[in-house]
């Protein structure tokens, strides 16, 4: 099994960024993913959620209107787009997948830093 995140790297403020995960090893049209960041001295923290058939989402109330994820069942990848970003989002970003009965799977995360 593996998770590889990719996309991250330094961004002014207001500036964009798509992160990438690309799934392998497991079945991943049957798994939910998430997103989730971990800043310096903070706890790891949920970001961004989708269903397995990728129609229904959820949103920390820190990124909604600006983070969108979304998945691609085809190409096993879920993406993480990231607008108007603020240092605040500064953060080491992780995928995760989710099937319930199964084990959850992580990614190795990929630093994300909004500093102008």
């Known amino acids: 099994v593996q998770l590889v995140e990719s996309g991250g790297g330094l961004v002014q403020p207001g500036g964009s960024l798509r992160l990438s995960c690309a799934a392998s090893?497991?079945?991943?049209?049957?798994?939910?993913m998430s997103w989730y960041r971990q800043a310096p001295g903070k706890e790891r923290e949920l970001v961004a959620g989708?269903?397995?058939?990728?129609?229904?989402?959820n949103y920390a109330d820190s990124v909604k209107g600006r983070f969108t994820i979304s998945r691609d069942n085809v190409k096993n990848m879920v993406y993480l787009q990231m607008n108007s970003l603020k240092p605040e989002d500064t953060a080491v970003y992780y995928c995760?997948?989710?099937?319930?009965?199964?084990?959850?799977?992580w990614g190795q995360g990929t630093q994300v830093t909004v500093s102008s």
């Open positions: 090893g497991f079945t991943f049209s049957t798994y939910a």
């Open positions: 989708i269903n397995s058939a990728g129609g229904s989402t």
């Open positions: 995760k997948a989710i099937r319930r009965g199964k084990n959850d799977y």
